[in-house]
């Protein structure tokens, strides 16, 4: 992860303004909503490690609770769309059985 004094994190080839909740790639930019923008971030930070649907849950939502695991896949499915519509390289992966990850395609 890298940690610019511009307040954006970087990923393989996107970008991420922590202070307009901006992701970007190369000349196309899209808004991500609070809970997409924490959820990508999440993702960046640990970065290398596959992330367990509760982990995800329980950092963005804040509580385990069965109704909550379907918002995380909702949620993924936003991220994806969006890292699709900006041309992105970067995809988010499905670990069956164990969760998410980010990863260079």
């Known amino acids: 992860i890298i940690n610019t ?3 954006t994190l970087h990923y393989g080839d996107i970008l991420l303004d922590t202070t307009t909740s901006m992701l970007m790639c190369q000349e196309q930019s899209i808004r991500l909503s609070e809970k997409e923008y924490r959820l990508l971030e999440y993702l960046i930070a640990n970065q290398g490690q ?3 649907r509760e982990q995800l849950a329980l ?3 804040g509580f385990e609770n069965e109704a909550e695991y379907n918002n995380v896949e ?5 991220l994806r769309k969006k890292l699709t519509f900006i041309g992105a390289k970067t995809k988010i992966k499905a670990v069956r ?3 998410y990850e980010l990863r260079m395609s």
């Open 50 to 52: 596959i992330l367990t």
């Open 97 to 99: 059985g164990l969760g």
């Open 74 to 78: 909702v949620y993924m499915s936003f």
């Open 5 to 7: 004094p511009d307040g």
């Open 59 to 61: 950092k963005i939502w």
